[in-house]
């Protein structure tokens, strides 16, 4: 099983509502990742968790609060939004935490503040 | 970190061979090139990796030069299901930074 699932797909969300993006793996990576995509530009990346520890926070507004509850398993919890956080929401998976490690994206949550 | 230049756009024809180049002049000695392919509303999707020289497998070519100041994905025969944009990606292995370039839309017509 090489698939990395995101689930909701889609997310209309209001700016006082709190929700959460779920990713999941199973092909044994331990380094996951959140990043964000708007139209036509490159993904930049939020967050890294290296063997279930934070490692990176790419200086994200504490309105996005990550979450690894195991190896398998990537939460982003969303509160308190601004419309300019719209975007596609990807994560992604690869066995180790290392620039030339190969990462596994799912399909993203496509997600609309209002 | 190396920051990489790749052109905005390409067009070819189906059967065509398409090189794109990706240009990252402040590569380290630890970095590896990588390229992904993205679709419209998908995650990008691994194509090939190299550190220098030539890599080639069943999809794309890899051209990395001595310098490896820059580097060259070749995509033999592009048919219409090659039309997406693709991505030039320089990783250290020792940091946890991954920075995307900002990618060539390859457009494919019959």
């Known amino acids: 099983d090489t698939e990395v699932t995101q689930t909701p797909k889609h997310l209309v969300m209001g700016m006082t509502n709190k929700k959460s993006l779920k990713c999941e793996q199973h092909m044994g990576h331990r380094a996951m990742y959140w990043y964000k995509q708007k139209a036509k530009k490159p993904p930049e990346l939020m967050f890294v968790?290296?063997?279930?520890?934070?490692?990176i926070n790419e200086s994200v507004p504490s309105r996005f609060s990550p979450e690894c509850p195991n190896s398998s398993l990537l939460n982003l919890h969303l509160h308190a939004l601004q419309p300019e956080d719209s975007a596609l929401y990807l994560c992604a998976s690869s066995q180790v935490n290392r620039g030339g490690s190969e990462q596994y994206f799912g399909p993203g949550t496509r997600l609309t503040v209002t | 970190l190396a920051k990489t230049t790749q052109p905005i756009s390409m067009d070819s024809y189906e059967g065509q061979e398409v090189n794109i180049t990706c240009s990252h002049n402040n590569i380290a000695t630890n970095d590896y090139i990588t390229w992904y392919q993205q679709f419209p509303s998908q995650g990008p999707r691994f194509i090939i990796q190299g550190y220098k020289t030539k890599v080639t497998n069943e999809v794309a070519s890899l051209f990395i030069p001595a310098d490896r100041k820059s580097s060259t994905l070749s995509l033999p025969r592009v048919s219409l299901s090659d039309t997406a944009v693709y991505y030039c990606?320089?990783?250290?292995?020792?940091?946890?930074?991954?920075?995307f370039g900002t990618g060539t839309r390859l457009q494919v017509f019959p």
């Open positions: 990606l320089v990783g250290s292995i020792n940091t946890d930074k991954l920075i």
């Open positions: 968790y290296s063997y279930e520890k934070l490692s």
